[in-house]
C-alpha cells in the first residue's frame, strides 16, 4: 500500500504509549482543488485535518469528529470533518488577505476553537469542547487541551505542504503497561522528528528510525480519502428549515433555487416543480397571495 492516503496506528510493547501517523495527499489536492486557499489558511486547514484523522483514530463509536476554528478577523471558519470510516471533508471562510500569523491573531477577537463528536445515531449524545488558543499552532493548542481538559498526555507533530499533509499523535495510556518512564522517553524522541521526515518518509521507516531501540507494534495501515457527505434530500430538508414563504420568494425573483456545498462545490438546483413536491403546497402561489 502506499504511503500517502493511510492512517497507521501503532502501540509499544515496552511504554504506556499508543500512536498514530496519518499522510494525505490525494485528499488534500481534493480540498485544494476546490478554493484557492491564500497560504497562511492553507497551513493551518492542513495542520486541522491532519489532527482530525489522528484524534478520531481512536474513537470507540460510529460517528464524526469535527474540528472548527470560528473567527472575526481575517478568518471567518475553518472547519473538518473526518468520519469514523476514515473519510475526510475540508472547507473555510475568509476576508481579504491573511497575515502571516498563528491561527489565534488570524481570528481576531473573540475567536473560537471548537472541537465536536457526533455520534452517527444519537445526535443527542454529541459532545463538544471548547479549545484555549493558547499556542501557536494547530498541533500545540490541541496539545494543551488534551492535557488540561481531559487529562491525557498528547503529542501532536504536524506538518503540510502543497503536496500532501501529515502528522504523528502520541498519547500515554495509564501506567502498568510496561516501563512507566516511557512516556518521557517517547515524547523526546517524538520531538526530534522533523517536518521532513514527517511528510516524506513512509510510516514503517520512520517508525523504525525515531524509536529504533523500541518495540514496535503496527496495526494494519488504513486508507483515508476525501468524501463529502452532501446530498440533495439533505439540502431539501435545510430549505424546509427556511420555510416554503422563503423559497418561494427566491423562486420568483431566480426562477430556481440553487444550493452549492461548501466542502465540495457540489451544486444543487430546485425549480417551482421540486419546490412544490418538496413543500407538498404551491409555493409561487403562497407568495403572490401573501403579496396581496
Ligand atoms: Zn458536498
Not at 481579504?96 to 449524545?125: C, H, I, N, S, Y
Not at 487541551?145 to 504536524?158: A, G
Request: charged share 25%.
Amino acid at each position: 500500500m502506499s504511503q500517502h492516503d493511510t492512517l497507521q496506528r501503532f502501540l509499544f510493547d515496552g511504554a504506556p504509549v499508543r500512536g498514530a501517523l496519518v499522510n494525505l495527499e490525494g485528499a488534500w489536492q481534493q480540498v485544494l482543488a476546490r478554493r484557492e486557499y491564500p497560504r497562511p489558511l492553507k497551513t493551518v486547514l492542513g495542520e486541522m485535518m491532519a489532527a482530525a484523522v489522528l484524534l478520531a483514530a481512536n474513537l470507540k463509536f460510529d460517528g464524526t469528529l469535527i474540528l472548527q476554528l470560528h473567527g472575526t478577523g481575517a478568518l471567518r471558519l475553518a472547519v473538518v470533518e473526518c468520519n469514523h470510516d476514515r473519510t475526510v471533508r475540508a472547507t473555510a471562510k475568509w476576508e481579504g488577505d491573511l497575515p502571516d500569523l498563528p491561527p489565534a491573531g488570524l481570528l481576531g477577537e473573540g475567536g473560537r476553537f471548537v472541537m465536536t463528536l457526533e455520534p452517527k445515531l444519537d445526535k443527542a449524545q454529541t459532545w463538544q469542547g471548547i479549545v484555549d488558543l493558547e499556542g501557536d499552532s494547530v498541533g500545540a493548542m490541541l496539545e494543551n487541551y488534551m492535557r488540561r481538559s481531559e487529562q491525557l498526555d498528547t503529542r501532536l507533530i504536524l506538518a503540510g505542504t502543497d503536496h500532501n499533509v501529515a502528522g504523528m499523535l502520541l498519547q500515554r495510556l495509564p501506567d502498568g503497561h510496561g516501563d512507566p518512564d516511557g512516556w518521557n522517553r517517547m515524547s523526546t524522541l517524538a520531538s526530534t522528528l522533523t517536518g521532513a521526515e514527517l511528510l516524506e518518509l513512509p510510516a514503517l521507516t520512520l517508525l523504525g528510525r525515531l524509536f529504533a531501540e523500541e518495540t514496535v507494534q503496527v496495526f494494519d495501515a488504513e486508507a483515508v480519502g476525501f468524501a463529502c457527505t452532501c446530498s440533495r434530500e439533505r439540502v431539501g430538508d435545510m430549505l424546509k428549515m427556511l420555510g416554503g414563504q422563503e423559497v418561494g420568494e427566491v423562486l420568483l425573483e431566480q426562477g430556481s433555487v440553487e444550493i452549492a456545498c461548501d466542502f465540495c462545490n457540489q451544486r444543487y438546483v430546485f425549480d417551482e416543480d421540486d419546490a412544490n413536491e418538496l413543500f407538498q403546497f404551491d409555493v409561487l402561489a403562497a407568495v403572490r397571495e401573501a403579496r396581496h
